[in-house]
């Protein structure tokens, strides 16, 4: 029986690891993780991620080839594939802070891997990398080999938060990298084989090592750009009675672009979309390609000018201040079907609202009190770290108030604003949320989920991204 051992049991080694048990009866699949808190969640009926579908594979895997363990070294060493899925966050300090992957948790993964192993290893790299790392591994590994011969794969993963198992099931492609050797192959095959249990053989791609290593920072930075350029233009259809919405449906018709992931939004978030473009800067920039680097850069940049035009539009809205005004925030995860709030852009627009003065009050169907305030209160990248080095009590905050349900949030408000495309926020009834909150009675679409001409009959002022403007905010300014 082959044996498979992921090292980080998170958002990725967990779906993936019960995917590849569910469709591959035959193989072992432990995970282990060095949160003992994480993976005794995944072996409760509570898991430690929201992810749709997830819960029903794992029971059904659980316990008969699928395994949660914090015994890491054992099964490290009883494993002929180990698939390394631990964190890659932003540096925080010394050299590349602010820009270049931290790979401290892979640096720490791999060195356990040469202690531990007494037989050959294919070491499979799952985390989004900089290009060339598994370079470094190599020279990890074969450093403290002790005659061990092992095989570095890169095999990024794709899949998105929310429809993690639908991606999973069904990927546009696997890819698949190693080296050009005879030994590099056989390990690309072995892999390939655990795969074509249910992909077909079409969508697994197989490269050199670089290029699946970059490939992955290159689909996530062409991805988040596509949000900057429709974001961008959202800005410009505010300034001229364009509509983003008809702009993005006209231009998305074109079969060359394509209609998918051009919705226009308070900004884009997730773990990964900041941080592997700052990661491609920073490799540009080693590579002495400083205009490729600035070109990338603009990505985030536009993201941030998103966010604080978003929080401009609405302080300014309200006579130019949101001081001891009641902000109603709907929707605190970075988008619908997960819990994950990691770099969400609700994170900027409350610390922005709180940096007037706002009161707010929030609520998300997914994210618990404790993460909010966590999240308020955390340092920039702090969040990407792995869960038990987190900052442990969250700060007090007076003018934070969490709820558990979107009437309570808007009641007695002055605003309120969309940030999470959640679909029960499109059913709530309007009329009775305006009823209940202050006058004038503002909405801030951060996700254009609402129909605002509705609102407007109801008596709101309405505002969304990239929308013809309300009266109201004619004339006022709106940029960063
Ligand atoms: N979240 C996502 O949707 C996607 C993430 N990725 C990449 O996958 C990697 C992991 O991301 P997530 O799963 O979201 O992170 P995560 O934070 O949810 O999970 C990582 C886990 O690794 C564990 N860990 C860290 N060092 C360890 C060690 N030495 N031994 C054992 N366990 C260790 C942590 O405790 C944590 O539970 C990152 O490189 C990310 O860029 C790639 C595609 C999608
Ligand atoms: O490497 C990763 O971590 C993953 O990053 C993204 O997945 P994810 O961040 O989970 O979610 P997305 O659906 O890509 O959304 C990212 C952000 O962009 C926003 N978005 C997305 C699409 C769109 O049209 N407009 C928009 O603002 C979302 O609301 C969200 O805040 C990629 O889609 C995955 O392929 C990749 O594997």
């Excluded at 051009?262 to 920073?282: E, H, P, T």
């Excluded at 900027?348 to 009050?361: F, T």
Aim: hydrophobic share 40%; net charge neutral; charged share 25%.
């Amino acid at each position: 029986m082959v044996k498979i051992c992921c090292i980080g049991a998170g958002y990725v080694g967990g779906p993936t690891m019960a995917v590849i048990a569910f469709k591959c009866p035959a193989i072992e699949v432990v995970v282990v993780d060095i949160s003992v808190a994480r993976i005794a969640a995944w072996n409760s009926d509570q898991l430690p991620i929201y992810e749709p579908g997830l819960e029903d594979i794992v029971t059904q895997c659980r316990g008969k080839n699928l395994f949660f363990s914090t015994e890491v070294e054992k099964h490290v060493s009883e494993a002929d594939i180990i698939f390394v899925s631990v964190n890659t966050p932003t540096k925080t300090r010394g050299l590349g802070a602010g820009k270049a992957a931290d790979l401290t948790y892979w640096e720490s993964a791999a060195r356990m891997i040469a202690d531990v192993s007494k037989n050959d290893k294919i070491v499979v790299e799952k985390s989004t990398v900089p290009v060339k790392t598994a370079e470094a591994i190599e020279k990890i590994l074969t450093h403290n080999s002790n005659g061990i011969k092992y095989q570095i794969l890169s095999n990024p993963e794709f899949l998105a938060e929310g429809t993690a198992i639908q991606d999973l099931f069904n990927p546009d492609r696997v890819l698949i990298g190693g080296r050009e050797t005879p030994g590099g192959q056989k390990a690309i095959q072995a892999l390939k084989e655990v795969y074509a249990h249910w992909v077909p053989e079409d969508r697994i791609i197989c490269t050199n090592l670089w290029s699946a290593e970059l490939s992955k920072l290159a689909a996530n930075a062409f991805l988040a750009q596509r949000i900057s350029s429709v974001n961008a233009m959202s800005a410009l259809c505010e300034a001229t009675g364009a509509d983003v919405t008809q702009v993005s449906h006209a231009v998305g018709k074109d079969t060359r672009v394509g209609s998918k992931f051009l919705n226009a939004s308070v900004g884009f978030g997730g773990s990964c979309f900041q941080k592997d473009i700052l990661s491609l800067v920073y490799i540009c920039e080693c590579n002495g390609l400083k205009e490729v680097a600035n070109y990338w850069k603009q990505v985030i940049q536009v993201n941030d000018y998103q966010k604080n035009r978003f929080v401009n539009r609405v302080v300014s809205s309200m006579f130019n201040t949101v001081s001891g005004k009641k902000i109603a925030i709907l929707g605190f995860a970075f988008k619908k079907d997960t819990g994950d709030t990691r770099e969400t852009p609700a994170i900027d627009v409350c610390k922005g609202l709180l940096g007037d003065n706002a009161n707010l009050s929030i609520y998300d169907p997914q994210v618990t009190e404790d993460q909010i305030r966590k999240d308020l209160s955390m340092r920039k990248f702090d969040w990407d770290n792995p869960i038990h080095l987190q900052p442990m009590s969250p700060t007090v905050m007076k003018q934070l108030n969490v709820v558990w349900d979107a009437y309570a949030a808007t009641k007695d408000a002055h605003g309120l604003c969309l940030l999470t495309e959640w679909d029960e926020f499109k059913t709530l009834d309007f009329k009775k949320i305006y009823d209940s909150m202050q006058k004038p009675a503002f909405v801030f679409d951060g996700r254009n989920i609402i129909d605002e001409q509705k609102l407007r009959e109801i008596g709101f002022i309405v505002y969304s991204i990239g929308k013809p403007l309300d009266g109201w905010f004619k004339d006022m300014p709106a940029v960063a």
